[in-house]
Structure formats: C-alpha cells, structure tokens
C-alpha cells in the first residue's frame, strides 16, 4: 500500500511495433495498485512529418505533451504504488521525463517490430496499402526507428530483449524495479 509516498512511475520505451502497449498493459495486471497513461490514447502537438523531424534531430521537446503531463500529475495525487506509461520518448522529454522513476527500452529487432506493426495495423487493409508502407519504410520511416537507438535506448536505466516472451519481459522488469525500489529504500 502506498501510504503516503508519490507512485513510482515506470516508462516504457521501444519502437512501433516494440511491444510498449503490449508490456505496459501487462504490467499494469501484474503490479500491485497501479495505474497506466498509452501515449497512443492522445492527439498531441507535434511534428506534422516524423522523418522530416528526425532529419532535422528529432528533439522531443517539440512535441506538446500538455494532456499526458496534466493526467499523470493527476494520478501522482492519487494514493497509487505505481504508474507505468506507454511513452517512446523516455527521459528525453522534459515535460514528462522529470517525473520518470525508471525508463526501459525493449530493443525489438527492427523486422520483428516491421512485422508486428503490418499485423497489428493492416490486418484488414490491401496489399496496396501494405506494400506502400513497406516503401515508405525502406525510403524514411527506418531512420525513425534507427533515431530511437541511438537516443533513446542509451538513457534507459533498463535495457530488456524484445524477442523474449511478454510475461518474460514483464518478470524482468518487475525483478529490475523491485531491485531498484529495495536500493532506494536501503
């Protein structure tokens, strides 16, 4: 039980495709009084083109994160344990970052990501829209996920490999935030 404490706040990094809604909603199920805000729930402010963001440094403090920031200081007020988010951005945003306890990055393979993106978002469309976004990714969106590694993936305080089963994750997770909030405490 809380007992007066601020919620720990998890974030959760990776990918499209990475599994972060996947292990997020996860966590959620297997921690003990928590909460969890998807970054996909909000229509933010932001760049209007991804790679032409990217090309230009890709700064997340270009992005309007108002909704997210206001409903997470909402659930900080609430007598919570934890609060895992679903957010690509990690500590790099100092809108949010500043209220992150623990930032981890599941390094999914960039073809296993591809893969469960085409599943999970054209499941019902035409090859034709397949094979267009198979273009654009090859022609941009890759830098993309290649930008994501090289900034976000390195301030992680945890690194988790995305091939792994999701409860497999989720237990290393857990095992690293346990290990963490006992440091904390000592």
Do not use: C
């Not at 305080?157 to 904390?184: H, S």
């Amino acid at each position: 039980m809380n007992k007066g404490k601020s919620p720990f706040v998890i974030a959760i990094a990776a990918v499209s495709g990475g599994g972060k809604t996947t292990i997020t909603k996860l966590l959620n199920q297997k921690l003990y009084n928590s909460k969890i805000l998807l970054f996909d729930d909000y229509d933010f402010n932001g760049p209007d083109d991804i790679v032409e963001w990217i090309d230009k440094g890709g700064d997340p403090n270009e992005w309007d994160l108002t909704p997210l920031v206001n409903d997470l200081k909402a659930l900080l007020a609430e007598p919570l344990d934890y609060i895992v988010i679903d957010f690509p951005f990690s500590y790099k945003n100092l809108q949010l970052g500043k209220h992150i306890n623990f930032s981890v990055f599941i390094d999914t393979p960039l073809d296993i990501a591809l893969a469960r993106r085409v599943i999970r978002d054209f499941s019902n469309r035409s090859t034709h829209n397949i094979l267009y976004d198979m273009e654009n990714y090859i022609s941009r969106g890759r830098r993309a996920y290649l930008n994501m590694l090289k900034t976000i993936k390195p301030d992680a305080d945890l690194v988790v490999d995305g091939t792994l089963q999701v409860n497999e994750i989720a237990n290393v997770i857990l095992n690293n935030v346990n290990a963490e909030l006992t440091l904390k405490n000592i």
